[in-house]
Structure formats: structure tokens, C-alpha cells
């Protein structure tokens, strides 16, 4: 969800709206643009100058620290890319630069007029206590379909007689809205709601009326392929800890992506960008070197596709995901496109990952990638990846290298460190590729080749 939730200091959100008349719309537009996709004004050559320069600068930082850890400079044999010690590939551009999204939450909250059932994205500052809400017209990376949904949602919104969920301690109901669509034109909703203190006749009234709302009112224009109902009292909820609810259509969406048909559950993570995601994957594999004496090993693996792409090249794939709903589509992927060789594992990966390399202690050669969230990776997987031998190459898929990330990164290259656990030899960085995923805005994805 790179970009959709920055904010912008009231003060300058104030003065902008003083400039162009008081909460003009039209005048909003730009101002969401340039929060949301800040370079939305350069053309798309330029754009990737920009993060270019920006991923060059992340790994010139990272590998002087690495230097500095080790005392030496850690020059490998591959040549030199620009006073780098690893080789840094070109930027791999998106093959779509407008619309790509597949996936977009909605926010609801008060607009530009003062309405409290405006639904878009966020300007403004909770910390000053006022945040305007915006629609996402005019947006470059949201596909029209995802606001024409959004916006029957906010038409729904105002016809009901129940106030949304503004801030859960003072009350209201109906909160944000997800958007998933697939390369085929199918659409998904997802519609949070707070349940407060309504009994299941109540809650059940209310799903019966935003049904038919999609169904047979003026949000079939939207021609939903399935609507999901969640009841949540938290920020983020889970399947596990709240279910959602299909209130009409297929329970699922599915995508074409490297051969393959995948199957994506309502919560399952999946990369926005579906056709750069087949640029990303592909770099992946190529990266990886796997053999038919590899086990490929897929940490953070999402709905499994990096792995199942290159079952046909390796002995065997271990998948490790957090989500239950994601694991369960992997298996499905792997059993409809006749994959037999995959096992994936539900849970935390510092819990399963050294049990599961343990059981594999046979001598054979295993290559492990590692997608995580923005959070970064346990300090324990790490800690397993580092100390279990048989591990020779590591792929480190980033989207945003800061943070826990880099410490990841750090703890991989660094000399032996008893007193973390860090025993085995250390990784070094060998080959780093940017792919863009996320057009008009300065993210994008970094694959970072580690070999020992």
C-alpha cells in the first residue's frame, strides 16, 4: 500500500485551501496527487532517474556500514558498478504506469464540505485533530473501477441512516473499504464495519441492505464479482480473529501470473502491481540459481507464487506464511497447476523455520528468499538463517530497505557475533536489482542477491 496513507501538516493543508477557495475540490485534487504520487509530474523516464538515484544512495550507506563492521572493505569479484562492491543492475521499469493497482483501502471521514461520509484518502494531520478525506479521482495509480466502487460506497454511506466509525471510542459503524480487482475485470469488495453494540438481527439487517445495495441498487453499476462483510473492532483484523463474511458472489479472485492460475483469498497479501509483479518474480528466479539438488526455501511467502514459479526447476519448495487464508490459496495454486513437489507451513516464521531446517539437515544445498513486510524480518529467523550452513544463497525482496530491514541486512553480512547467536559464516552482497512496482510514487522494490 505504498504512498496511500501519508499525511500533510495542517498548516500547509490550511494555507493551500485559503489559496484556492475555501475546501474547493477541484483545488484538493492536485494537492491528494502530490501527496499520494509525488511524481505524478515527471514523466516516467525521469521517475526512474529519481529512484534510481534513491536505491544507488540505500546501498552505497549500507555497504560503507558492512565495511565498517568488518573492517575491510568487502570488494567481491564481481566488477564494480559506480563505487559500489556490489553489481547494480538498471532499474526494471513497470510494464503499466497508470492504473495499476489491484488492490486499494478506502478511507472514510470528512470531506472537503464537512461530510463525515466522504469516502478516499487522507490530507491533513490526526495529530492537529482534523483530517480532511478526499476522493480518489484523478489519482494515476487507481484504476477507475476502484473509484467508481469507492464512490457508490460513499453514495451508500449518506442514503444510510447509520454514522460511520470516525474514531472508535465515539461511536458509528461503517468504516473503510477494500478494493481487489484481476487482470480478467473482476472486482471485490470488502466493507469494514464496527458492530458496537448491535445484536445479529441488527447486524444482519444491515448486510441485507448494502446487498441489495450492490445487487439490485444503484451499486450494481459497479458489477461487483463478490462483497465481503467484516465486522471489526480493531484498526486491522485478521480472518482469524474476525471472519469475512461473503455476502454474495465468489469467495475468491484469481490472476494469471508466470503460468500459472493463482488462487487470492479477501486478506491474502499479494503484490499491487500484477503485471510488474511478473517482472519481480522473474528477477527472483533468476537470481536464485536453483537446480534440481535445490530446496528452495520461500520465508514470508505470501500465496506462494515465487516458489510454485520455480518448483519445475528445483527438488522441492517449503513455503512459511503468517496468514492461514494465504497458505491455504498456495495449496490450492500448487494442487490446480499439478505442483506436487511444495509443502507450505502456517504460523510465525521464527517459530516453524528452525524446526523445519533441522528436519532437512541432509546435506542438500538450500537457497532461500525472503519477501517480508515493511517490518522487516525476526531477529530469530535471521539468526536461523545464518546459522544453518546448507544455506549458500539468500534473495532479500524489499520494498522500502530502512529499519528492521537494514538491521536484517546487517546481520546477515556482519562478522560472527556470539552474543547475538550469529554463528555462521556471514553473507555477502553480491548483486542488487531495482523493479519498479509502484509508478508515480518514489517506492520500489529491491532484489538483493546474498552469497557465502
Not at 494555507?15 to 499520494?36: E, H, N, Q, R
Not at 546435506?363 to 539468526?383: D, E, M
Request: aromatic share 8%; glycine share 6%.
Amino acid at each position: 500500500m505504498a504512498g496511500l496513507k501519508r499525511r500533510v501538516p495542517l498548516h500547509s493543508l490550511r494555507y493551500f485551501i485559503s489559496m484556492v477557495g475555501l475546501f474547493s475540490k477541484p483545488g484538493l485534487l492536485p494537492w491528494l496527487a502530490d501527496v499520494v504520487t509525488p511524481l505524478w509530474r515527471l514523466s516516467y523516464e525521469e521517475q526512474l532517474k529519481v529512484k534510481f538515484a534513491a536505491q544507488k544512495k540505500i546501498l552505497q550507506r549500507l555497504e560503507s556500514y558492512i565495511q565498517m563492521l568488518n573492517g575491510v572493505s568487502v570488494t567481491t569479484a564481481v566488477p564494480k558498478s559506480e563505487r559500489l562492491s556490489c553489481l547494480l543492475h538498471p532499474i526494471i521499469p513497470s510494464p503499466v504506469i497508470n492504473g495499476y493497482r489491484n488492490k486499494s483501502t478506502f478511507s472514510v471521514n470528512r470531506g472537503p464540505d464537512g461530510n463525515p461520509k466522504t469516502v478516499g484518502f487522507y490530507l491533513g494531520t490526526w495529530r492537529d485533530g482534523n483530517v480532511v478525506c478526499v476522493q480518489s479521482n484523478h489519482l494515476k495509480n487507481i484504476p477507475e473501477k476502484h473509484s467508481q466502487v469507492a464512490q457508490y460506497y460513499e453514495v451508500f454511506l449518506r442514503q444510510s441512516p447509520l454514522e460511520p466509525c470516525l474514531v472508535f471510542h465515539e461511536g458509528g459503524y461503517w468504516r473503510e473499504l477494500t478494493v481487489r480487482t484481476n487482470s480478467q475485470g473482476h472486482t471485490m469488495a470488502i466493507i469494514t464495519f464496527h458492530p458496537q453494540k448491535l445484536s445479529q438481527e441488527e447486524l444482519h439487517v444491515q448486510k441485507e441492505i448494502v446487498k441489495e445495495f450492490f445487487i439490485r441498487g444503484p451499486g450494481a453499476a459497479c458489477g461487483l464479482t463478490s462483497l465481503y462483510f467484516q465486522e471489526s473492532t480493531m484498526t486491522r483484523c485478521s480472518h482469524q480473529q474476525s471472519p469475512y463474511q461473503l455476502l454474495f458472489g465468489e469467495p475468491y479472485i484469481f490472476e494469471e501470473l508466470l503460468s500459472l492460475k493463482i488462487r487470492i483469498s479477501p486478506d491474502a497479501f499479494f503484490q499491487i502491481n500484477t503485471a510488474g509483479a511478473e517482472m519481480l518474480y522473474r528477477t527472483v528466479g533468476e537470481l536464485t540459481g536453483v537446480n534440481s539438488d535445490t530446496i528452495l526455501l520461500d520465508i514470508c511467502c505470501g500465496t506462494g507464487v515465487i516458489g510454485l514459479s520455480l518448483a519445475q526447476h528445483t527438488s522441492r519448495v517449503l513455503g512459511i506464511e503468517l496468514l492461514e487464508q494465504a497458505v491455504e490459496d498456495a495449496r490450492w495454486t500448487a494442487a490446480f497447476n499439478g505442483i506436487t513437489n511444495s509443502e507450505f507451513h502456517t504460523g510465525q516464521a521464527e517459530k516453524i523455520l528452525p524446526g523445519l531446517l533441522k528436519s532437512k539437515e541432509d546435506g542438500q544445498s538450500i537457497v532461500a528468499v525472503v519477501n517480508p513486510a515493511r517490518a522487516g524480518l525476526h531477529y530469530k529467523v535471521i539468526q536461523a538463517i545464518r546459522n544453518f550452513r546448507a544455506i549458500h544463497t539468500l534473495v532479500f525482496v524489499s520494498c522500502k530497505l530502512h529499519g528492521e530491514s537494514t538491521r536484517n541486512v546487517i546481520e546477515l553480512c556482519c562478522p560472527p557475533d556470539p552474543a547475538k547467536k550469529l554463528l555462521g559464516e556471514p553473507f555477502v552482497l553480491q548483486q542488487a536489482v531495482p523493479v519498479d512496482l509502484f509508478p508515480h510514487t518514489p517506492h520500489c522494490e529491491l532484489v538483493l542477491l546474498f552469497t557465502r
